[in-house]
T-cell receptor
Framework: DAGITQSPRHKVTETGTPVTLRCHQT?????MYWYRQDPGHGLRLIHY???????DKGEVSDGYSVSRSKTEDFLLTLESATSSQTSVYFC??????????????????FGAGSRLTVL | AQTVTQSQPEMSVQEAETVTLSCTYD???????LFWYKQPPSRQMILVIR??????QNATENRFSVNFQKAAKSFSLKISDSQLGDAAMYFC?????????????FGTGTRLKVLA
């Protein structure tokens, strides 16, 4: 998990409550991602960020919002959690280091994952 | 939109034998990256191998190699001399270069069992 930390790692909550997952990186990478992993669906992109305050939707963005106020932190918020959002959530980072011209490694590096259970 | 398909939900291989995991993708782009990631029971996602579409030579990493067929849009992973530690979920992934979106699209995964 070098350079990427997700918190919390495990959370149990009730339907209708707000939940925020945090992703913190020390690699100074430009791109950050949130995925969810569910059996039979693989990893599906929720949202991603291509810079501070620059975000875009992925394929399963409904019910989720994100924020990135500084390079190192990317927050995923479930405004009102539902049982269908029970999942394992992965943060990932990629590519260009902020402020440099090089293209970066062009691979995804993942955090350890956060297991969220919505009762 | 690009899609990635892994048609084998589960595969088994005897220890020390060779196994091939299949991946196909759909894209109209000419330049992109393809990846294989491994997810052992620890849940950590680990990069196995990467292929640039503009390179004709198949990528290799020790016991792991790919068969990249650009025209057929096929990207299979071959694991030689399989070891117990290779047991994991394997995900194929695609990332566009042409569009510049930096989105990584994943398949649904193949669970590999290694039999002693």
């Amino acid at each position: 998990d070098a350079g990427i930390t997700q918190s919390p790692r495990h959370k149990v909550t009730e339907t209708g409550t707000p939940v925020t997952l945090r992703c913190h990186q020390t690699e100074n990478h430009r791109y950050m991602y949130w995925y969810r992993q569910d059996p039979g669906h693989g990893l599906r992109l929720i949202h991603y960020s291509y810079g501070v305050k620059d975000t875009d939707k992925g394929e399963v963005s409904d019910g989720y919002s994100v924020s990135r106020s500084k390079t190192e932190d990317f927050l995923l918020t479930l405004e009102s959690a539902t049982s269908s959002q029970t999942s394992v959530y992965f943060c990932a980072i990629s590519g260009q280091v902020m402020g440099l011209q090089s293209s970066g490694a062009n691979v995804l590096t993942f955090g350890a994952g956060s297991r969220l259970t919505v009762l | 939109a690009q899609t990635v398909t892994q048609s084998q939900p589960e595969m088994s291989v005897q220890e020390a034998e060779t196994v091939t995991l299949s991946c196909t993708y759909d894209t109209s782009e000419s330049d992109y990256y393809l990846f294989w990631y491994k997810q052992p029971p620890s849940r950590q996602m680990i990069l196995v191998i990467r292929q640039e579409a503009y390179k004709q030579q198949n990528a290799t990493e020790n016991r792991f190699s790919v068969n990249f067929q650009k025209a057929a849009k096929s990207f299979s992973l071959k694991i030689s001399d399989s070891q117990l530690g290779d047991a994991a979920m394997y995900f194929c992934a695609y990332r566009s270069i042409d569009s510049g979106t930096y989105k990584y699209i994943f398949g649904t995964g193949t669970r590999l069992k290694v039999l002693a």
